[in-house]
């Protein structure tokens, strides 16, 4: 290399994607059947707070999950209605109800246990639809594309702090409109020190 | 290379070593000026269940801790004494307590937040000492030679299955007598699928 000459090299790297982790705290999706059981007939869901998911929402609407080992009272209902009864809780909440439910993706409900649904106007005994959530990543189809993912590839995510770690079997669900943030149950952010304050985490592809 | 000749390619490698995971429910640790505040002059623990680390026990005695907000009933303490009182609980109990204690390792209370403790003889107004346990791992002298680790390291543990993750952030504790052990709580054992079938992690120096 004679002096004067100037080497440029280009070394293309991909940073790791960044994603906003949020929270699920135990909670009801309805079918409509059941929804009118438990708080009236031709009763329709109100609105709390809107989720980051398009059309999803908080209801103002609760209901008590009992079993015959204890209750956990005023479990937040999701909406929209759904085509099935869902139940989605954390593994803490499930012992506290002497239930042993899967890691399970919503609505693979086969061989899950069920337990009783409490509302203002009536009870319904699910027979099953109680899940531990899968945790998993909403990822619209242009950030499919950009990251190059698909539905049902699992990824890493790494969190850091105090309770740092790397979540591996995170299941991506690609949809057009989907928001892209993660999901974990209150057990996965408790332990790995996810909280308002340290929400974001890396996509390890 | 001629016909006949046998090579043979020597290539060093250390497997990670393997551990075994236990969890620790929700417990307190007694000072004795406590222990005999809540059971009685004089009072000693009595062993329900050896524990791990030598020396280490649950004992049948259990307390109840009480804050403004709500309660927990029938908490194992954890014997023998010690020189301090400390109360190690899931992030999970303590929101359920009112409580936002930080991650820490044992014996490190300053700022610590406090809560009643109830027993049957009487009741401690502990002004702080509850802790979310840091991660951890006990590691006699001679495995930490083995394996090369000391007092205060951090390592990685992976653990496999549909939760499956590797822990960063665990502290190695090393100390003659210690037993090759692994210790989270509740929350970090429900967000990793670690339970009594699924309790064997890879230590990542």
Chains 1, 2 share one sequence.
Request: proline content about 3%; overall charge neutral.
């Amino acid at each position: 290399m004679t002096r004067g000459q100037v080497l440029i090299f280009v070394i293309m790297y991909n940073k790791p994607p960044k994603i906003i982790i949020e929270v699920s705290a135990r909670h009801a999706h309805l079918a409509q059947a059941d929804l009118e059981i438990l708080f009236g007939k031709d009763y329709q869901l109100t609105v709390l707070r809107k989720l980051s998911q398009r059309g999803e929402f908080a209801a103002n609407e609760v209901v008590d999950l009992k079993t015959a080992k204890s209750i956990l009272r005023h479990v937040r209902v999701l909406g929209p209605d759904r085509d099935y009864t869902q139940i989605e809780m954390s593994k803490t909440d499930a012992f506290y109800l002497g239930l042993a439910p899967l890691v399970k993706d919503s609505g693979d409900l086969a061989g899950t246990p069920g337990l009783t649904i409490v509302g203002p106007k009536g009870e319904v005994q699910a027979e099953h639809g109680v899940i531990l959530s899968h945790r998993h990543i909403h990822c619209s189809a242009s950030e499919a594309q950009k990251y190059g993912l698909k539905t049902g590839q699992l990824v890493k995510v790494k969190v850091l702090g105090k309770r740092g770690l790397v979540f591996d079997q995170v299941v991506i669900k690609v949809k057009d409109g989907y928001s892209w943030h993660m999901h974990l149950d209150t057990d996965e952010a408790n332990a790995s020190g996810v909280d308002d304050s340290n929400n974001v985490g890396e996509v390890i592809v």
